[in-house]
């Protein structure tokens, strides 16, 4: 929490998890004093900037996204979304957050990503699953490809494969 100069607590005013030219490594936490209505930016890594937030909180471009919904989608949307956060504990609104919400909390496959998964062996294929689907929600992508799999897969199992065939 932080203590504005007048000695009062700020409260989170928004949040910005897609800093212009940064690389998502980073968020900006804007508070205010109610008070004297200072305002503050801090910009942290996002596990530091989530310990600034100190109500359910929107970033900025998930706000976005609800503000272009239909009028009378987006309260529906907003509920729905900000019912789900409460439910993982969560009081950022990102936009991986939000297409969580919005695809009921999974991870969503691609028909030929999932085509290939039933082609891993069995004892593995749970794991694999499980590695994709934090991989995608990871780099905030909503979708485990064709693509995701053949990267996962170098790094975890074919590495050197290609090497070794050189
Ligand atoms: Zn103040």
């Given at each position: 929490m932080l203590v504005c100069?007048?000695?009062?607590?700020?409260?989170?005013?928004?949040?910005?998890?897609?800093?212009?030219?940064g690389d998502g490594k980073a968020w900006l936490v804007r508070s205010?004093?109610?008070?004297?209505?200072?305002?503050?930016?801090?910009?942290a890594t996002p596990d530091e900037a989530l310990a600034l937030v100190d109500r359910l909180t929107w970033?900025?471009?998930?706000?976005?996204?609800?503000?272009r919904m239909p009028p009378y989608v987006a309260p529906l949307v907003r509920a729905e979304v900000e019912?789900?956060?409460?439910?993982?504990?969560?009081?950022?609104?990102?936009?991986?957050?939000?297409?969580?919400?919005?695809?009921?909390?999974?991870?969503?496959?691609?028909?030929?990503a999932e085509q290939r998964l039933d082609n891993v062996p069995a004892p593995v294929r749970?794991?694999?699953?499980?590695?994709l689907e934090r991989?995608?929600?990871e780099?905030?992508?909503?979708?485990?490809?064709?693509?995701l799999m053949e990267e996962v897969k170098a790094r975890y199992f074919g590495m050197g494969a290609q090497k070794r065939d050189e």
């Open positions: 100069g007048c000695g009062r607590w700020m409260h989170t005013e928004g949040l910005d998890e897609c800093l212009e030219g205010e004093c109610r008070a004297c209505r200072l305002l503050v930016g801090l910009e970033s900025d471009d998930a706000r976005h996204v609800l503000e019912a789900y956060a409460r439910v993982k504990g969560q009081r950022a609104v990102t936009m991986l957050l939000l297409g969580q919400a919005r695809q009921g909390g999974a991870v969503a496959w691609a028909s030929e749970a794991m694999a699953r499980m590695e991989t995608a929600i780099r905030g992508e909503a979708e485990v490809t064709v693509a």
